[in-house]
Every structure is written in structure tokens, then in C-alpha cells.
């Protein structure tokens, strides 16, 4: 499995983004795909995460009712919608795809992981 998430930029206080997770490969072996994030001297965290089959979600706390994350199953593709933008929220993004159950909110419960994309909120 093969992950490329796009979409990253620099945005305003209270301004928007949406960023793409493509997968290629063997997606049907997929059982979910994971969005994290890493702000600079800080540990990755879990932002929000997708069933590839029934669409069950789950976010962090921090972005509950800002983010909104779908998947778009006949291309692959998982969006992530960010809006109400904070400065906290500045980080390199990260999607990940998981292919068993697991633990959603941690990095050990996916097995593949794509390239950053960063995600700059200016105040």
C-alpha cells in the first residue's frame, strides 16, 4: 500500500484547508486509514480516522466540530476538511493506512504510512 497525502499550505487564523490521502496498491487490504500530525519538538498525534469499509470515525478531541474527515472508497482517496484553522494546529500532517483492528489513536495501529504535508496557521 501506497499513501500520498497533498493539500498542505499556509492559511490565516480561522481560515481553511482540505488535505488528500491517495492510496494505491493493495487497498482492499486496507481496514483504515488515519490521519497525525507532528508539530516541531513535539511527539506525532492522532487527528482523526476513517473505516475504509463502513465509515466509522473517530477525531481527537482538539478537533472534534473543525474537522471533518471522508473517504471517497471508488477513488481511493480520503479527504481531510480543516476549518476554523488555529495557530496551534500548525504541524506536518501525516496519513496512515491500518490493516487490522487496532488501536485507532496510535501510530503502532497502522502499518503504512505516507510523506508529510504541511500545514502552517498564521495568527
Do not use: H
Not at 501506497?2 to 481553511?16: I, N, R
Not at 511527539?43 to 478537533?63: H, Q
Not at 474527515?69 to 482517496?77: F, K, L, V
Request: net charge positive; aromatic share 14%.
Amino acid at each position: 500500500v501506497q499513501l500520498q497525502a497533498s493539500g498542505g499550505g499556509l492559511v490565516q487564523e480561522g481560515g481553511s484547508l482540505r488535505l488528500t490521502c491517495a492510496a494505491s496498491g493493495r487497498t482492499f487490504s486496507i481496514y483504515r486509514v488515519g490521519w497525525f500530525r507532528q508539530a516541531p519538538g513535539k511527539e506525532r498525534e492522532f487527528v482523526t480516522a476513517i473505516t475504509w469499509s463502513r465509515g466509522g470515525i473517530y477525531y481527537a478531541d482538539s478537533v472534534k466540530g473543525r474537522f471533518t474527515i471522508s473517504r471517497d472508497n471508488a477513488y481511493n482517496t480520503v479527504y481531510l476538511q480543516m476549518n476554523t484553522l488555529k495557530p496551534e494546529d500548525t504541524a506536518v500532517y501525516y496519513c496512515a493506512a491500518g490493516l487490522s483492528v487496532g488501536v485507532i489513536s496510535v501510530s503502532d495501529g497502522y502499518d503504512y504510512w505516507g510523506q508529510g504535508t504541511q500545514v502552517t496557521v498564521s495568527s
